[in-house]
């Protein structure tokens, strides 16, 4: 399975290190990986673990609003 969340479907990107650029013309391929938490989630009812990226963690542990 890739390394994505389970929760908004984020992968891996590709770019450029920002250390080989400058006077150096030759730019160095990097992929900049999201960071994945092995979470408790509620999918379909039923608690599993799975891979949630931190935004989304901190999403899921925000209390609901009430509309005041």
Do not use: W
Not at 1 to 20: D, E, H, L, W, Y
Not at 34 to 63: E, F, W, Y
């Amino acid at each position: 399975m890739a390394r994505t969340c389970a929760i908004c479907g984020k992968v891996a990107m590709g770019g450029f290190n920002p250390q080989s650029s400058g006077n150096n013309r030759v730019r160095v391929h990097r992929r900049y990986e999201p960071n994945l938490q092995s979470r408790l989630v509620v999918i379909d009812g039923r608690s599993r673990r799975a891979l949630v990226c931190t935004r989304c963690s901190r999403t899921l542990t925000k209390a609901a609003r009430t509309g005041d």
